[in-house]
């Protein structure tokens, strides 16, 4: 059985209850990927300030898809 499943948001989240959450009706799931980044202070010779990311919901999930 195959299920896929992707979310992108904004808010915090726990990461134990996700994946017990995904766990819980077939504890034999065995892929599930996160991503989690930092910025780095430097960037070619300059201070980091700041970092904008931006997506459009819809196209970003269809294009991970």
């Known amino acids: 059985m195959q299920s ?8 915090d989240f726990d990461l134990t209850a996700e994946v017990k959450a995904l766990r819980k009706d077939d504890p034999r799931v ?7 980044g930092t910025v780095r202070d430097m ?22 898809e």
Do not use: C, W
Request: a negative charge.
């Open 4 to 11: 896929d499943f992707i979310r992108i948001q904004e808010q």
């Open 30 to 36: 065995g892929a599930i990927v996160n991503f989690v």
């Open 43 to 64: 960037n070619d010779g300059s201070q980091v300030k700041g970092m904008t990311l931006e997506h459009y919901p819809g196209m970003t999930e269809k294009s991970l």
